[in-house]
Structures are given as structure tokens and as C-alpha cells.
């Protein structure tokens, strides 16, 4: 109980078993109870003798609290924040160019000066935008994206 | 909130179930004895979701029991202070409402509830604001921030407030679609 009192999901001090562990939303869970409840019906003659009060409230819960209904826009949803940050995944992986690599043959026809054009223009766009990968403009696009989620679901 | 996490479970099983399914057996029990308990580390123990592991099993000096250490996955329901959590009204009374989230039960006091809102007796108990454009009664759609959890043997109870930004009613149920 006394580690109660620094416990405060606000500023997201909370258990390291938790943070660590994956944050269901209410839809996700809501297929995970139906599909159980599917099964004890099909097992047990009586599902309802079988669920427990705490299963009960918590699928009745989710189904009314649930944002997405379809499956497909539940999982558009969990996967969003890979797709936003790709790019930056990609950046991070891409191998730096060099004269004496094995693979400069391929890039014979590129002028050096031009390679390192490049380069720096992306390492610029990647230090500009790490740092406001939160800001107003990108908020507003991922809450954009996500309703047009809803809509289409 | 809802978590998907793995917990470890020492299931004691007597030796009439050994055989052919043991592990049928291993497993059903865990289900009995853990779906739907609650714990203060934890919260509640939804449903058990699948079973990553089950270890060997120990047999117990004197009794023919074996224990085997079993690992599973879960879907629980824990509840933090300072999260915001929607819920549905199930009381209403002068010293404020309870609202049930899932498996938790909340109370907010008519201390935490905006001051323009005022109790109404009758067959139907109600907050409302002084214009009646916000009513909360019974089956009422609610957004709160938990400010307090507590841990009883069997279950938690926590303390919310609809007194900051965003709180307060989602959806009246006697409102006109």
C-alpha cells in the first residue's frame, strides 16, 4: 500500500511491470472477451455459471466503451505509431555511403559532392524533426488520420 | 486500464489427475482459482488469455501433491491514480455518485463535482447544472479522473473527481438521440 502514494498514471509512474507490459484499449479487449465467451459457449452448456462477475462487467464495459467496432480498424489503429515512425526507422538502418565500400560501384555515376549533398539534407530533416516529432502540426495529422480510421471503419 | 501481462502461478494439483490430461486439467484449474480474483498488485484478473509455460512439477514432502509452476498470460484491469477513466453511473445519492468501470466501482463526493451542479431528490436522483442543460442519474455515461485507489481483500475501490477540464457527463441516458 505504501508504494501507492507515488503511484500517478498522469506523469506515468507506474510499475515497471506495466509500463513495460502492452496497454490493451477497450475494442482490443472487447474481441479478446467475445472470443473467450464464444468458447466457453461452445464447451459448456451453461456459459454464464462459468464467467465470473469481474468477466461479466468487463466485456459488458468494453462493448460500450469500445471507440472501433470493426477488426480491421482496430488493428489500423494499434499499428499507426509503427507507421508514423518508419521513416525514422528507415533513416536510422540506411548505411553511409563510402568511396571505398564494395558498393560504390553501383553508385559510380554519383558525383561525391552530390552523395554528400544528400546526406547532410538528411541528417538535417532527421535532427529537425526528432526533437518536434510531437509537436501541434504532427498532432493534429495522427488525430486526423485516426478519425478518418472511425469514419471509414 | 486494460494490460496484457504474464503472471506466475504455483498450482498445487492432488495426484487422481495425472494422466493422460494432466495438463487439461493443470490449466482449467488455474482458470477456476484465477479468473476474476483481484490483487492490489495486479488489479483484476480478467481472463486468461493463453499459457506461455508450465515447469516441472515438485512433489510435496508427506502428501502425494505435486506443484508445478505455471506461467500465463492475461488480460487484467488495474486502475491508477491520476487516469482518466470513462464509467457508468450506478447510484445517485446527496454525498455524490458511484460509477462502475469494467470491475472497479468509483465514488465521487459532491465535493468533487463542479459546484453549478446541484442534487435532486425524487424517483430519479440526480445532479444537474442550474440551467438543466448537464444531468447525471443513473445509467449516465461519465468521464472522471481517478484520484485514489484502495485495495480490499476481493476487490478495489477507488475515488474520482469530474471537477477539471473534460470531466463530467459523455452521454444522458434520458437525452434525445
Redesign the interface.
Known amino acids: 500500500?505504501s508504494g501507492?502514494e507515488e503511484?500517478?498514471?498522469?506523469?506515468l509512474k507506474?510499475?515497471d511491470?506495466?509500463l513495460k507490459?502492452?496497454?490493451?484499449?477497450?475494442c482490443?479487449?472487447a474481441l479478446?472477451?467475445e472470443h473467450?465467451y464464444e468458447q466457453l459457449q461452445q464447451m459448456a452448456d451453461d456459459p454464464m455459471n462459468q464467467m465470473?462477475?469481474?468477466?461479466e462487467?468487463?466485456l459488458q464495459?468494453?462493448k460500450?466503451?469500445s471507440r472501433y467496432q470493426n477488426p480491421d480498424a482496430v488493428r489500423q489503429v494499434r499499428e499507426y505509431p509503427s507507421v508514423i515512425y518508419a521513416p525514422y526507422d528507415a533513416l536510422r538502418t540506411w548505411e553511409p555511403l563510402s568511396r571505398n565500400s564494395g558498393r560504390s560501384d553501383s553508385y559510380g555515376s554519383i558525383h561525391q559532392d552530390q552523395i554528400i549533398d544528400v546526406i547532410s539534407a538528411i541528417v538535417s530533416f532527421a535532427l529537425q524533426t526528432r526533437g518536434r516529432a510531437h509537436d501541434d502540426e504532427a498532432i493534429e495529422k495522427m488525430l486526423n488520420d485516426l478519425s478518418l480510421i472511425k469514419k471509414f471503419e | 486500464?486494460?494490460?496484457?501481462?504474464v503472471l506466475e502461478r504455483n498450482m498445487q494439483l492432488h495426484p487422481r489427475h495425472f494422466g493422460r490430461d494432466l495438463r487439461d486439467k493443470l490449466v482449467s484449474k488455474l482458470m477456476k482459482d484465477v479468473?476474476?480474483?483481484?490483487s492490489?498488485?495486479h488489479g483484476?484478473?480478467?481472463?486468461i488469455?493463453g499459457i506461455e509455460n508450465v515447469g516441472k512439477g515438485l512433489i510435496r514432502d508427506g502428501t502425494g501433491f505435486v506443484t508445478f509452476p505455471v506461467k500465463y498470460q492475461c488480460?487484467v484491469?488495474?486502475p491508477?491514480?491520476?487516469?482518466i477513466v470513462?464509467a457508468?453511473v450506478t447510484m445517485v445519492n446527496k454525498m455524490g455518485f458511484f460509477a462502475?468501470?469494467?470491475?472497479v466501482q468509483i465514488f465521487v463526493s459532491n465535493h468533487l463535482i463542479p459546484d453549478d451542479m446541484e442534487f435532486q431528490s425524487g424517483d430519479v436522483p440526480n445532479y444537474t447544472t442550474s440551467d438543466g442543460s448537464v444531468k447525471i442519474q443513473k445509467e449516465s455515461?461519465v468521464r472522471l479522473k481517478?484520484i485514489g485507489?484502495r485495495?480490499d481483500a476481493t476487490e478495489i475501490f477507488c475515488i474520482g473527481t469530474i471537477k477539471d477540464d473534460f470531466l463530467g457527463v459523455i452521454s444522458d441516458p434520458g437525452a434525445n438521440p
Open positions: 500500500m501507492e503511484e500517478n498514471a498522469a506523469e507506474i510499475p511491470e506495466f507490459a502492452k496497454c490493451l484499449m477497450n482490443e479487449v479478446i472477451l473467450k465470473s462477475q469481474v468477466f462487467k468487463s464495459y468494453v460500450r466503451f | 486500464m486494460f494490460f496484457h501481462i479468473e476474476g480474483t483481484c492490489g498488485r483484476f484478473i480478467v481472463a488469455t488480460v484491469f488495474r491508477f491514480k491520476g487516469e470513462e457508468v462502475e468501470a469494467g470491475p455515461e481517478i485507489t485495495v
